[in-house]
């Protein structure tokens, strides 16, 4: 499990993280790009391999496994907006007990639920295209909330579904199922809720 703070499009975006192996480490160690000017205590240990945490600014990680018995690796991982506690709920909810193939299934048969709603003809080019940008129509905004309700608002307090967080352009998502975020990345959304509108694609609770 970890975090990382960062800053750019989103000012101060938390993004917290649990990973899930299917095989254990061997031993792991990381490199930091951006050297800290001063450790502390820290010093005094070797920081860099299988130390039990990782921390710097521009971290660059290994990890090692004996794959001699098995060469199979199975790695999940999901995110959260709120804390480590969110995104490992968020594993245990979304990926626990569930094989590769599994996962495969079920996206596979959520996408072509979504997708069917509308049935074009054409060349295998023409029909790749079409459904490529119904899909990218579609995976914005992003349901932006962990499994227990909780998520991240604009002011960085922790909300429970209810207020919206992603801005102005999905105001009226207030009131949804679901909490919505990363809408207006680029502004696609304005032509998207248009064509959700047209060929009643709207997400649920809109």
Known sequence: TGYRITNGWARTNYTYFAISLSQPIKDYGYTDKGK???????????????????TGRKLVAYFNFDTR???ELVIKVALS??????AVKNLQAEAAGKTFNQLVAEANSAWNRELDVLEAKGTPDQLAMFYTSLYHTMINPSVYMDVDGRYRGLDHNIH???????????????????????????DPSSAAKCTWHVAGLEPDGQ
């Not at 000017?37 to 990782?54: A, H, I, V």
């Not at 907006?81 to 969110?86: D, H, K, N, P, Q």
């Not at 209810?162 to 801005?167: A, K, L, N, Q, T």
């Not at 998502?173 to 207006?184: D, F, I, R, S």
Request: with cysteine; proline share 7%.
């Open 160 to 186: 429970i579904m209810g207020y919206i967080s992603c801005g102005a352009p999905f105001l009226e998502l207030a009131k949804t199922p679901a909490e919505y975020g990363h809408g207006a990345v680029y």
């Open 36 to 54: 800290a000017l001063y450790k502390g205590f820290w010093r005094r240990f070797n920081t860099d391999r299988n130390f039990p945490e990782m």
């Open 69 to 71: 018995q098995n060469p």
């Open 81 to 86: 907006a709120v804390s480590i506690e969110g």
